[in-house]
C-alpha cells in the first residue's frame, strides 16, 4: 500500500514562514516525481512546485516563483515544501503527489498527472 502523509500546516502571519512535509512509503518515493498542489475553498486543485526524481529539477508556478521552494531528502523518503513570505492568498489546502518520473524535461503540474495523493494540511495565513 502506497501512502503520503503531509505534516507541518498550521496558522501564520502574513509575511510569516511554514515548512511542509510530505512523508512517502517506499515505493512511492523510488523513481517518482513528487509535487505540492493546493485547493482553497471553492477552487480546484492548483499546482505549485514539482521536483524530478533525481533531485535536479523543479518547477514552480508562477503564484509562488521566489517565496518556496521544494527540496527532498532521499534518505528520510520526504519531500518538503518551505514557503516564506506568506500571503493570504496562499491559504488553502496543501496536497503533495508522487508521479512515476520517466525521465527526461517534462514537468508534472496537472493533478491527473498523479498517481497517488496524501490527505493534505491545512495552511492559514492571517491578514
Known amino acids: 500500500q502506497v501512502q503520503l502523509v503531509e505534516s507541518g500546516g498550521g496558522l501564520v502571519q502574513t509575511g510569516g514562514s511554514l515548512r511542509l512535509s510530505c512523508a512517502a512509503s517506499?515505493?512511492?518515493?523510488?523513481?517518482?516525481?513528487m509535487g505540492w498542489f493546493r485547493q482553497a475553498p471553492g477552487k480546484g486543485r492548483e499546482f505549485a512546485a514539482v521536483i524530478k526524481w533525481s533531485g535536479s529539477s523543479t518547477y514552480y508556478a508562477d503564484s509562488v516563483k521566489g517565496r518556496i521552494t521544494i527540496p527532498r531528502d532521499h534518505d528520510k523518503n520526504t519531500v518538503y515544501l518551505q514557503m516564506n513570505s506568506l500571503k493570504p492568498e496562499d491559504t488553502a489546502v496543501y496536497y503533495c503527489g508522487a508521479k512515476r518520473d520517466w525521465g527526461g524535461t517534462i514537468y508534472y503540474t496537472a493533478p491527473s498527472d498523479y498517481d497517488y495523493w496524501g490527505q493534505g494540511t491545512q495552511v492559514t495565513v492571517s491578514s
Open positions: 517506499g515505493r512511492a518515493f523510488i523513481g517518482y516525481a
